[in-house]
């Protein structure tokens, strides 16, 4: 593969998750295998910002795969954002002769990687975060990690829940996404399960409860996801409570859920990523992420890629849209409908199977 490329950066930015060293191994690997050195850059951006890098050798990423959080260290960094602090990691680049980035982690990171591409250092995006809220690729490295963990530690609740005859309302991660707390209630036998992406019946959930008690059932599992006013809320669990007069406590995972060895899936999605950025860099790509869509690894433009996440979370409307061609424009739209479609089948799933 020709290449102009002397060194190339990594850096994994926000919430860290666990497959991130996977990929840093692989573009580690794949980058010294065509001949290009490697720079781990500590801390995400603010390591760019600091200068604040290290050399990485093929037996730094040694023993790594199985370690969740990541070996690069992650932040958000404020500095970044601003014109002194873009300057400062511009400098850093040159400094080490670090030609292109590939920078890991969730929206705020792929904007991060637009500014360094708009000042003429090429960097591409690798999708990690356990919420897998980028609407551009149907996966992110670190959710079925995530998930399964919320699956051992409902798992372990429902144990005590149905000793006791109680109620468990478990709050989980996500940000604004509900797709941890949709799939892991379907597989942990949930009665019901609060999402922002779907419509939720409080009254039509104690009247089930109550019915299915009187029924004989003793052990009952609530998932919420997190920021959803009035639920992701201890007094949630007291509201069921005294509707159904089923004992109920909360928890709430939080970080946990965050933590943990990688599953098969994200050390080999990490891994298929990882080299796929690196080729594509070396192949004079910029401002992409690399995507899974529909079973395979394709690379997207980032601005295509920003637009659909905005579109999709309701922070932009249509009129974003003119500016890309009707092939485009469609592409987009597909891929928030096919997102919204995902939650209505998985919400009526639920619904269907929950008793
Ligand atoms: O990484 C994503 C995420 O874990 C969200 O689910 C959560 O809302 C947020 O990050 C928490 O971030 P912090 O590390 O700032 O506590």
Not at 42 to 68: E, F, H, M, P
Not at 180 to 196: F, K, N, R
Not at 244 to 261: D, S, W
């Amino acid at each position: 593969m020709a290449t102009k490329f002397r060194r190339i950066g990594v850096l994994t930015s926000g919430g860290d998750a666990p497959g991130m060293n996977n990929a840093i191994r692989a573009i580690t690997r794949a980058a010294l295998s065509n001949g290009v050195e490697v720079i781990g850059i500590n801390g995400g951006y603010s390591g760019l910002v600091n200068d604040n890098v290290r050399q990485l050798s093929a037996r730094d990423v040694s023993n790594i795969v199985t370690r969740g959080g990541t070996i690069l260290y992650s932040d958000r960094c404020l500095e970044f954002k601003t014109e002194e602090g873009m300057a400062k990691a511009i400098a850093t680049c040159k400094k080490y002769n670090i030609d292109g980035i590939i920078a890991c982690g969730g929206d705020g990171t792929f904007r991060g990687a637009t500014d360094l591409s708009n000042r003429g250092i090429p960097t591409i995006g690798i999708p990690c975060t356990i919420d897998n809220d980028i609407t551009s690729t149907d996966y992110a490295i670190g959710y079925d990690t995530a998930m399964n963990t919320v699956v051992e530690m409902v798992d372990r609740l429902r144990d005590t829940c149905e000793s006791h005859a109680r109620c468990n309302v478990v709050e989980v991660m996500g940000n604004h996404a509900g797709g941890i707390a949709i799939q892991t209630a379907i597989a942990c036998g949930a009665v019901d399960c609060v999402i922002s992406e779907a419509p939720f019946d409080e009254e039509a959930m104690y009247e089930k409860m109550r019915r299915l008690k009187a029924d004989g059932k003793r052990g009952f599992i609530v998932i919420v996801s997190e920021l959803i006013p009035g639920y992701a809320d201890p007094a949630f669990a007291k509201k069921i409570q005294e509707k159904t007069g089923i004992e109920t406590k909360f928890a709430r995972l939080a970080h946990v859920v965050r933590g943990g060895n990688p599953t098969l899936r994200d050390r080999v999605v990490g891994a298929r990523m990882g080299s796929m950025a690196v080729a594509e860099l070396l192949a004079g790509k910029s401002n992409v992420v690399i995507c899974e869509q529909e079973n395979e690894t394709v690379a997207v433009d980032i601005n295509f890629a920003q637009t659909a996440d905005r579109l999709y979370k309701g922070k932009a409307d249509e009129s974003e849209l003119e500016k890309y061609s009707k092939e485009e424009q469609s592409g987009i739209l597909r891929l928030c409908e096919k997102k919204r479609r995902y939650f209505k089948d998985m919400t009526a799933l639920l619904s269907e199977i929950s008793g």
